[in-house]
């Protein structure tokens, strides 16, 4: 059965720096997510992107945030230069579009971000 | 804008025994979607089930089903014989019925299966 993969699962970056997480979406999905969920938490939105461009925003994608499918199998999540604040797991969604129809999100095992 | 609401944060229920788990929401839209998804300790988000609001019947999936009260916007989750691998997170999440909207969460509940 087709899966979300995300890479890699754990990592550990000094505050200020860059980080890149990347997922692979399932291949016949055209709508992609990306989630965060800091520990204790809820689950909130980040992004969602479809026709190679950004969809939906939350208040929380700023700036310092970026999203791109660098090739036809990658999507990745961009951190420019990281907060303690941004520790988290990060997950990546995807889903097919019929129409209008709302399909399942598919979701990836997570990334776990943590920032010191 | 919409909002989940899971007023149980932690259940427990013996091993094959029935446990619900409630979850009620709001939102403006008239058409949307309902999930449950599961979230073991591997933290990874998992499908259990789903539910159209433009449909009646209620979905089931083998031992997992749903009671949907659309007009009290009511959304629970039943699971009947229990197993210890249901000892997880369970989230409950919307998302209006338009191409590319995103899944609002509840804020979950911790339910625990004792043997």
């Known amino acids: 059965e087709p899966e979300v993969t995300q890479t890699p699962s754990h990592q550990v970056t000094q505050m200020g720096q860059e980080v890149i997480l990347r997922c692979v979406p399932i291949?016949?999905?055209?709508?992609f997510y990306w989630y965060r969920q800091i520990l204790g938490q809820k689950v909130e939105f980040l992004v969602s992107?479809?026709?190679?461009?950004?969809?939906?925003k939350s208040e929380i994608f700023d700036d310092q945030f970026s999203v791109e499918r660098p090739d036809g199998s990658n999507f990745t999540l961009k951190i420019r230069s990281t907060k303690l604040e941004d520790s988290a797991m990060y997950f990546c969604?995807?889903?097919?579009?019929?129409?209008?129809?709302?399909?399942?999100?598919?979701f990836g095992p997570g990334t776990r971000l943590l920032v010191l | 804008a919409q909002t989940v609401t899971q007023s149980q944060p932690e259940m427990s229920v013996q091993e094959a025994e029935t446990v619900t788990l409630s979850c009620t929401y709001d939102?403006?839209?008239?058409?949307?979607?309902l999930f449950w998804y599961k979230q073991p300790p591997s933290r990874q988000m998992i499908l259990v089930i789903r539910?159209?609001?433009?449909?009646?019947q209620n979905a089931t999936e083998n031992r997992f089903s749903v009671n949907f009260q659309k007009a009290a916007k009511s959304f629970s989750l039943k699971i009947s014989d229990s197993q210890l691998g249901d000892t997880a997170m369970y989230f409950c999440?919307?998302?209006?019925?338009?191409?590319?909207?995103?899944?609002?969460f509840g804020g979950g509940t911790r339910l625990m299966v004792k043997p």
């Open positions: 969604a995807s889903r097919q579009v019929r129409g209008t129809l709302q399909e399942t999100q598919y």
């Open positions: 291949s016949n999905h055209l709508y």
């Open positions: 992107f479809y026709n190679n461009e950004i969809s939906e």
């Open positions: 939102t403006s839209e008239n058409n949307y979607y």
């Open positions: 539910q159209e609001a433009y449909k009646q």
């Open positions: 999440a919307l998302t209006p019925l338009l191409a590319g909207n995103m899944l609002t």
